[in-house]
């Protein structure tokens, strides 16, 4: 107990004093004492003698008795000591045979009065110390305090510690904190010679942490995770001092109470331990009581006896309420969840002895047991309200409310998992024997009897039997995102023998085991069923499986041959295999095991199996055939084929062909499962785009459009499966689109990176070069990931258009039939973040329109019964420009002006990506725009031909303004003239001509 170990430290503290000088340095020092004065030297001053305080006080003596005078002679000095390493001095106390049996640390400060032993200078227990010890950041045994002190008096070998004191933290202006653990008390030892060492300590607040250290010295096993908690006691300790490292031999009692005990992130309890006691190995323990302030309806009250001699006697009497067994054993145990799991209710009583040789010498247990759900090893017992009895040879099990009549019927208490159980047993020095095993569990019947041998002459054996068992198991594995639950309903039989000397020889085991399970079930999800046999001879070992798996059939053939000098581990190299299948596998509940969410792969896979070595570095040769592989139903993989090599090092592809994406797939490589070549090569031929990035993102075909080829290299970086992935090569599309914007057919160098860490990929297109349209198209485009947890991609790109036919580009990728020829050249840049499909991108683009024909203009040709006796058969606009944005999926056309020497052109509106409508306005103006320009040059008013035409000139020639509404869908727009638009543009033009005609008629004259 930690007690002990501070009273100790201090011993060794008080001590170091002593050995701050030499026998040989005292001794030449007081040489002169011993000399007869010269008569010109004056007499030295003798010091007084120091008495020895006796170990124990001296009887009184009658009045004329004379004292008991010292042997020893005495100098008297006061040491004043700051800030001495605790831990070198105690190694200098072994010099003089004072070793501690503790390690101690620290820096200690010491006001003594000291009595050194002229005459006996190497005698240590001659030695005398009285006065005060302070010790900061003392360390014993793990332990450590901020501040120690305590008052010592050392004489006659003996030590003694009183008013001690000892804090675990300090503020900063060196008072104790409220929450500090601190210790109080006194103790003695007997040094020299070693003898008896006694303390009476009390304890307020101590940290259990490091505490638990010393317990696990009792023999209890450490646990990951650092516990927590605080202890109170008031405790009397005796021992021995050479003992002190060994609690066991201490005799301890007293009052025990620790609050707030946790692991990690379990429930707090508080214990409680009253007038309990350890002497000659046995402990009382009258009251024992466990709460929980998070729980307050928890509690558990206990009374216990244990006495270990040659044989172990134990007796106890126990109450419980909701005790959560996951959380209380998780104190002691690491991962207790994966062991037991559930609340509990208990009362009985529990009297017995084991003997030297773990026999059951005497045996009395009476429990009653209640719960409404618990779990032993992942596997569901359900409800309990079971009464178990418990003697020296026989264990009876059975609910109390169903009589026994109706143990075998499961229409009565159905949630009952645990009917009934009994069975006699038998322990003696030579065997551990069960017979007549008979329970109703699990929905079944198990029957049967084996024993374990103690002795090598004797056999081990197994003979049980079972029917319809269908237990329910949580798997404990951490790394599935649910926790899902297997269940199986088996029937099966094991007979297995074997010589208690020979059981590490498989040639000296007879037996056969044959299960069938009839449904394996994953929650709600039937995976499949199963018959599995095998059978141990001397000469070999057969182990046969066949059954359904996930939709699909597996087949496992196999044998071993057996000779005396076979051991189990090489078994798997000897194994042979004849079949090793598994058929028409179903990827999607395949999936179903390993996701919350609905798999969105579906397909078949088809599996041969070769192991090689099963042993030492094991490696299998794989035969793996995908069929019919579909993301979110669309189809991605008709077949593909797969040549693996697994070793324990590494996967080598020798060949990865078949159907993907519509195109031809190949590929072959090497990755290793740690450190090593981590390099595949890939080639892609005529896949199509949108189906070859859906297995990456649900909006995959919205990235990337038209026929797809491409070589890549695919390396991995790091010392895991996969760390980091950079693929490079580059790729070629034909009739190209991403996110629904034309490329045409193009090539460009690629660069794609993924970290698995972070969860983030980019995808680099640097140098993109395409035709388009008679045209050309260059520029470069970069992909990335939204990040973690986030959803869509973020796109940066920036294009140059080079006389792109107009007429070609809107035909091809639009399909509208109302807009003629020409040639476009421009820029364009498109980006976004979090984007999922059109709607998320964000763009500009200013385009120049050269060398349009007449019919480019929507709604033109409609129109021409409107125009007037003007032609316009043959006419070109040689001038125009588009500028505009996209936005939330639609291209909006903020102006679009074009113009001839016969017709202007206006135009606002827009077209979707997604819905491929137009909704545009447009202003046709016809006219001899060219005489109006030679006419205004010549009365010197250029500035008027933007809003003013001219009248006379306007009479002579034969001029319309239309205002038209084009909508619809791109391939077929409905165009609208707008009436009354239009009437009342030719009025305002009329009036423009009107009044035009009196100012240059005036210029007229004016010349």
């Known amino acids: 107990m930690p007690p002990l170990l501070f009273a100790a430290l201090l011993v060794g503290a008080l001590l170091i004093g002593a050995t701050t000088a030499s026998p040989l340095q005292a001794q030449q020092t007081l040489q002169p004492q011993q000399t007869a004065p010269g008569p010109a030297q004056p007499a030295p ?85 009285e006065g005060s010890l302070s010790i900061r950041d003392l360390v014993a045994d793990q332990i450590r305090f901020e501040v120690f002190r305590a008052e010592v008096t050392y004489a006659d070998g003996r030590l003694d510690l009183d008013t001690l004191r000892a804090v675990e933290q300090l503020d900063a202006s060196g008072n104790a904190l409220p929450t500090a653990g601190s210790i109080a008390g006194s103790a003695s030892a007997e040094l020299l010679p070693r003898g008896s060492f006694s303390a009476d300590v009390k304890t307020t607040n101590l940290r259990i942490g490091p505490i638990a250290t010393l317990i696990s010295r009792l023999g209890f096993a450490e646990t990951d995770g650092v516990p927590q908690g605080s202890v109170t006691a008031n405790v009397s300790v005796r021992g021995q001092v050479d ?286 069923s199963a018959d599995v046999r095998l059978s141990v001879q001397r000469d070999t070992l057969d182990l046969n499986v066949e059954g359904t798996l996930l939709g699909g059939t597996i087949n496992v053939r196999s044998d071993a041959p057996l000779d005396a000098t076979t051991r189990w581990n090489q078994i798997p190299s000897k194994l042979r295999f004849t079949d090793f299948k598994v058929e028409k596998l179903s990827l999607r509940n395949l999936l179903l095991l390993t996701t919350l969410q609905r798999p969105r792969f579906d397909g078949r896979v088809d599996a041969t199996v070769t192991p090689t070595s099963l042993v030492g570095d094991p490696a299998a040769n794989l035969l793996i055939h995908l069929d019919g592989v579909t993301a979110d139903g669309v189809l991605i993989a008709r077949s593909l084929r797969l040549n693996l090599t697994v070793t324990n090092d590494s996967i080598v592809i020798r060949s990865a062909r078949g159907t993907y994406g519509g195109g031809q797939l190949d590929a072959k490589g090497e990755w290793a499962i740690g450190p090593g070549v981590k390099l595949i090569t890939a080639r892609l031929t005529r896949a199509r785009g949108n189906r070859i990035l859906l297995p990456i993102h649900p909006q995959g075909d919205q990235w990337v459009g038209g026929i797809v080829s491409g070589r890549a290299t695919v390396t991995g970086n790091g010392d895991n499966f996969i760390d980091s992935v950079r693929l490079s090569g580059s790729v070629q599309v034909e009739k190209g689109l991403t996110f629904g914007i034309p490329v045409g057919d193009a090539h460009s160098p690629m660069v794609v990176t993924y970290d698995t860490g972070l969860g983030n990929w980019q995808a680099k297109f640097p140098l993109v070069q395409s035709t388009l349209a008679r045209g050309r198209l260059t520029g470069g485009l970069s992909l990335r990931s939204a990040g973690a947890g986030q959803k869509g991609t973020h796109l940066d790109s920036d294009w140059r258009i080079n006389h792109v036919d107009f007429e070609s580009l809107l035909r091809t990728y639009v399909g509208t039939r109302t807009i003629g020829r020409g040639d476009v050249t421009g820029t364009l840049h498109l980006d976004g973040n979090y984007i999922r499909d059109a709607r998320d991108l964000n763009g500009q683009f200013r385009l120049q329109l050269g060398g349009t024909d007449a019919t480019a203009v929507p709604g033109l040709a409609s129109a021409g019964s409107l125009l007037g006796a003007t032609s316009l058969i043959g006419t070109r606009f040689e001038q125009g420009e588009a500028v505009g944005r996209i936005r939330k999926g639609i291209i909006l056309l903020e102006s679009v002006l074009m113009t001839s020497d016969r017709v202007h052109v206006a135009a606002q509106g827009s077209a979707g990506l997604l819905d491929r409508r137009l909704h545009v306005n447009t202003i046709i103006s016809t006219g001899n725009f060219q005489a109006q320009n030679l006419l205004l040059s010549r009365i010197n008013t250029p500035t008027f031909t933007d809003f003013l035409p001219l009248r006379s000139v306007n009479r002579l020639l034969s001029d319309r303004t239309f205002v038209l509404e084009i909508s619809g869908p791109t391939r077929d727009p409905i165009i609208r003239l707008m009436s009354g638009e239009t009437l009342r543009a030719n009025v305002q033009r009329f009036a423009r001509q009107q009044a035009f005609s009196i100012i240059a008629a005036d210029a007229l004259l004016t010349d």
């Open 243 to 528: 003992q002190l490292n060994q609690p066991e031999t201490l005799s301890v009692s007293g009052d025990l109470s620790a609050e707030n005990l946790r692991r990690d992130s379990s429930i707090r309890f508080s214990l409680s331990a009253k007038q309990f006691s350890w002497q000659n190995g046995q402990l009382d323990l009258p009251s024992l009581r466990i709460e929980s302030s998070d729980r307050p309806e928890l509690f558990l009250d206990a009374d216990a006896k244990l006495r270990f001699e040659r044989s172990t006697y134990f007796e106890s009497n126990l109450t419980a309420n909701d005790l959560p067994m996951e959380d209380l054993f998780g104190l002691f145990i690491s991962d207790a969840e994966s062991i037991v799991q559930g609340k509990l209710d208990a009362r009985g009583r529990l009297v017995g002895t084991i003997g030297p040789a773990t026999t059951i010498d005497e045996l009395d247990v009476e429990l009653a047991l209640a719960s409404p759900s618990v779990s032993l090893g992942g596997v569901q017992l359900g409800i309990l309200e079971h009464d178990i009895r418990l003697t020296r040879n026989h264990i009876n099990l059975a609910p109390r409310t169903l009589p026994d009549s109706a143990t075998d019927d499961p229409s009565l208490r159905p949630d009952l998992i645990i009917r009934s159980l009994d069975a006699d047993f038998e322990t003696t020095p030579e065997f551990a024997r069960f017979s007549r095993l008979n329970g109703s569990l699990f929905g079944g019947t198990i029957s049967g009897e084996g024993q374990i041998a103690r002795n090598d002459q004797l056999d081990h054996s197994l003979d049980l039997r079972w029917e319809n068992i269908n237990p329910e198991i949580a798997i404990p594995i951490k790394a599935l995102p649910r926790r899902p639950k297997l269940s199986l309903e088996t029937s099966g039989q094991v007979q297995w023998s074997v010589p208690a000397a020979k059981v590490l020889q498989p040639s000296e085991h007879q037996g056969s085991m044959a299960i069938n399970i009839a449904a394996l079930k994953l929650g709600e999800e039937t995976l499949g």
């Open 45 to 129: 001053i003798q010091p007084a003698p120091v008495q020895p305080a006796p170990a124990k006080p001296a009887a009184v003596q009658p009045a004329a008795a004379q004292p008991v005078e010292s042997p020893y002679r005495y100098w008297t000095t006061n040491w004043s000591l700051k800030d001495i390493a605790v831990g070198d001095l105690a190694n200098k106390l072994r010099t003089i045979g004072l070793g501690l049996p503790i390690k101690v640390d620290g820096l200690a400060t010491v006001e003594f009065e000291v009595g050194v032993p002229l005459n006996a200078l190497r005698t240590g227990k001659a030695y005398r110390l």
